[in-house]
Every structure is written in C-alpha cells, then in structure tokens.
C-alpha cells in the first residue's frame, strides 16, 4: 500500500496558528488533523525556543505525523505594493525590482524581506505585486519550526494562498486541476474573526492584497448596524481603483470565505449592493481537497474518542477556520513555488550582498592580477632599457678601457721588483731611518743573519745619542728583543762612546 504524501499547513495571526495536515494519495486529497494553537503571551511568542517547545507539544496532543510544513503570513505583517513597469526580461526583473523595493518602503531593507509575484500583462506594460515581510517575524517562525522537528518548505502569505487554491477547484475525486481558464478578475475575501483580508486577481496573477480596515463581527454573533455597507463601500473603493478595471461594473467574481457564520441573508443584501457575481466558498471543494478523514467506526473507548474529536474537525472546518491552513498545505503538495516565498526570496538582499560580495572580490582579484602584469611588464621594459643603456656605455669606454687594461699590466710587473726583493733591504732600510741624520752616531759594522737576527757596533759622540737610538729601536713594532750589549768610552782623552746593539727584525709592514 502506498504511502500518503503529507504537509502541514500553518496559517499565523497575531493570536494563534491554524494548523491543518494534508495528505494525498492515489490522486486523492484529504485533510487529515486541523487545530488552532494559541499563541504563548508575553516575551515566550518572541522567543524561538518557547515557541518551539510549545509547538512541539501541541503537534504531538493533536497527532499531527507531517514533517513538512509550508508557513504562511497573515496580511496584517506584510506590505503589498503594486509597481507598473515597462515590459522587461525575466532576467532583468529582480534588479529593477531591488531598486523599487528600496526607494517605495521607508523601513531600512535589511528588517524586509521582499518577493514578487509572477508579472500580470497590464496595458502596453506590466503589473508586479511587490510584497514585504519583517525580517524578524520570518526567521522567528521559520527557526521555532525547524527547532519543533519541521522542515519549513516556504513561508508565504496566508491569503495569497487561499486564493490561489480557490481560483483553481477541480472536480471532485478526479485528483486532477480543472483545465478551464480562472475568470478575468477575481476578488477573494477571507472573513475570519478579528480580520477581514482581500486578494485580487486579474489575468491568472495577483494584483492586490490588502487587509481592510473594518473588522468583522466574532463568529455566530450578529454584525453591527452599519457593518455591511462600509464593507460595501471599501470593496467599491478597491475595484474601481483597479488599473484597467473600466469602473466597478466590470464583470468580476467575488469570492467569500465566511468563518464567521454571516447569514445568507446578509450576503445576499451584500451582494446585491456590489454589484459583482458573489459566491460563498465551500469546504473542502473549493480548496481542491476531496474530503475529510472519516476514522473507521469501532466499540473501542479509543476510536470512539477519535471519532469524537473528527467530529468537531470537520464543524470547525466547515466554519472555514482553517482553509487558509489547509490551503498552505496543498500549495506544499502541488511541489511548485508559492505566488510569494520569503524563506527563498529572489529579492533577498542578503544574497544580493553575498553576491555582490563577490563580484567585488573577483573584481579586486582580476584587478590585482592586471596590475601585478602589468608592473611585471614595466619593470621587464625598464630592466632591458637599463641593460641597452649599459652596452651603450661600455660601448664609449672602449678606448678608456684599452688604457687601463695597459697601466694595470705595467703596475702589475713593477710590484713584482717589490714582492720578490730580500727582506734584509726593509731591515736595512728601518735601521737606516732609526738613526739621526745630524752625525751624532754612526755604524762602524752590521751583521745579518738569514733568521734576520741583528748585530751592529759603532761610535757616537757621546752616550745620550746612543741612548735615542736604542729608544727608537724599540719603540719600532718590526723590532724586537732589542738588547744593549755594551756602551763605553774609547779612551781617557776622547769622549766618544763606542756601543754594541742585538734586535731582531719581524718583518711586518710599517702603519
């Protein structure tokens, strides 16, 4: 036995969720649990987590099994508005409409979440209903979702929803979409207690969604005076601002979900001040669902309850309470995109700004490789520029480099005659300058062995002279180890001195 295909339907206002399950199988389509959860009071209905835990529990006393859910949004949180283009490329819509959606909502773009419903052929142009959410009240509901164990397939708008069901019955029990075309125009108001929505479409799109101002009377209990005729005169106002309505007395349909238990009476005294073909709808028909689940009758205390419970189901269902839910929920099973979808915008901002993001980067990215090219190209001209410039050059020194070459070869054979020169001729030569040039002392013999080993003697005129000598000698880095050997008169008449000195010569190079 197959097994059906569900979806889960959750129809929000500011009070409560409507729930409703769907299931489908062998064409077949049946609404199998329908229940209204209250909304937590005070911050808890703010809170993902509450919202969570209290949606969690509800889905599990009410016995709902669908791990699918589509969300739809009351018109009360949204912003429709309709823009009048020229005709443009499927391609280029969501760009001209981001532009739109910025300059026509006052709020700061980051706090909406914009979609679009599919274009409507208006004239010699186009007609696109633009549609805001609070960003806030999206990702609440879609995070408390997925935290209650759902996966969250879209998040739309309730009525858009119920009039997209509505505007496409099918015959009963066939499982298949009447092929007939929907009427030129069609209106499609929701009476539900606490609110009364409108959605208008023309040419198979939506061109209206709006919330209207007067609000309708609790269900079972009788309108106030006065009530229908300003419900009379805003749906008036609402078609015949139309664009290309030609007036109010176009022929159109007016669709009612009446959740609040208005008398045929009063409808018929309301349609026949509008002027328009009026029909209530019937649940489940007009919604393309075949039936309720009858549960199988048995003596069981359990199915007995079960059949109790159904019971109320189907009277609360037939009162229209829950046929936005359970429009959301064959808008699930139909596997196509919502008129509108803000869980998977096409004019997110956020993924416009990744997107945009990237571009940038990829921008800077090719922008950097250009400029690293082309600094790579001026530096390899400025390099062979340089090169050219240098063979230029050496090209003018030739001749000075032919004298060069010259003097570095005669240099180079002249400082041979000094390399290889004995090194007694330095010792010779610093013994030479350690000696005054006045006379006062002089070498009377010198003795050089191949250690460079010294031994001099001579005479001087008196013994201080031999004394500077000696100082100079050792104050001489190449000479060391100098000794006196002796200093001593010549004779009792004559005062000069006659001197013996040993030092060695280390051979380094004079500073």
Request: hydrophobic share 45%; glycine share 8%; proline share 6%.
């Amino acid at each position: 036995m197959m097994t059906p295909r569900r979806m889960l339907g959750l129809a929000v206002t500011d009070r409560s969720i409507a729930a409703a399950e769907v299931a489908v199988a062998h064409g077949r389509r049946r609404v199998l649990h329908a229940a209204e959860f209250p909304m937590p009071e005070g911050d808890s209905a703010r809170d993902p987590a509450n919202l969570a835990k209290a949606l969690r529990q509800f889905l599990r006393q009410n016995h709902f099994c669908a791990s699918r859910c589509v969300i739809g949004l009351g018109a009360r949180r949204l912003i429709a508005r309709e823009k009048s283009l020229p005709p443009t490329a499927a391609d280029l819509l969501p760009g001209v409409l981001s532009i739109a959606a910025e300059r026509e909502f006052a709020s700061d773009p980051k706090d909406l979440v914009f979609d679009f419903a599919d274009p409507v052929a208006a004239g010699q142009g186009q007609s696109v209903l633009l549609v805001a959410a609070p960003r806030r009240s999206v990702d609440l509901l879609s995070q408390a979702a997925q935290a209650a164990g759902l996966t969250v397939a879209a998040v739309t708008s309730s009525m858009m929803a119920l009039a997209g069901a509505t505007s496409e019955p099918r015959p009963p029990g066939t499982g298949v979409v009447d092929p007939r075309p929907p009427s030129s125009r069609r209106l499609v108001l929701d009476h539900s207690p606490g609110a009364a929505e409108l959605s208008v479409q023309s040419g198979g799109g939506f061109r209206l969604l709006r919330r209207l101002a007067i609000s309708p009377p609790a269900a079972g209990s009788s309108p106030p005076d006065g009530w229908l005729d300003d419900l009379a005169d805003e749906l008036h106002r609402v078609a015949a601002l139309l664009p290309d309505s030609g007036g109010a007395a176009q022929a159109a349909d007016l669709l009612i979900w009446n959740a609040t238990g208005l008398s045929a009476e009063a409808l018929r005294v309301h349609a026949k001040r509008l002027s328009l073909e009026q029909r209530l709808c019937q649940y489940p028909a007009d919604l393309g669902i075949d039936d309720v689940s009858e549960p199988r009758p048995s003596g069981s205390g359990a199915v007995a309850c079960a059949h109790q419970q159904h019971r109320s189901l189907t009277v609360a269902a037939l009162s229209g309470n829950f046929a936005a839910a359970t429009a959301l929920a064959a808008a699930g099973l139909n596997n196509k995109r919502p008129a509108v979808d803000f869980l998977h915008s096409r004019l997110d901002p956020r993924k416009a700004v990744a997107l945009r993001k990237k571009v940038i980067w990829g921008g800077a990215l090719a922008a950097g490789v250009l400029l690293a090219a082309l600094a790579l190209f001026l530096d390899v001209r400025g390099q062979e520029q340089d090169v050219q410039d240098l063979k230029d050059q050496l090209g003018g020194m030739k001749e000075s480099l032919t004298a060069a070459k010259d003097i570095v070869g005669k240099a180079a054979f002249a400082r041979g005659w000094y390399d290889r020169r004995p090194a007694c001729l330095d010792c010779l030569r610093e013994l030479t300058l350690a000696f005054p040039v006045e006379g006062k002392i002089w070498t009377t013999s010198l003795a050089l062995d191949e250690g460079l080993r010294v031994l001099l003697s001579g005479k001087a005129r008196d013994e201080s002279a031999v004394l500077e000598v000696l100082d100079r000698l050792k104050a001489d880095a190449r000479f060391s180890d100098v000794k006196p050997l002796y200093i001593r008169e010549v004779g009792a008449e004559a005062r000069e001195v006659s001197f013996a000195i040993s030092l060695n010569f280390a051979g380094a190079e004079r500073s």
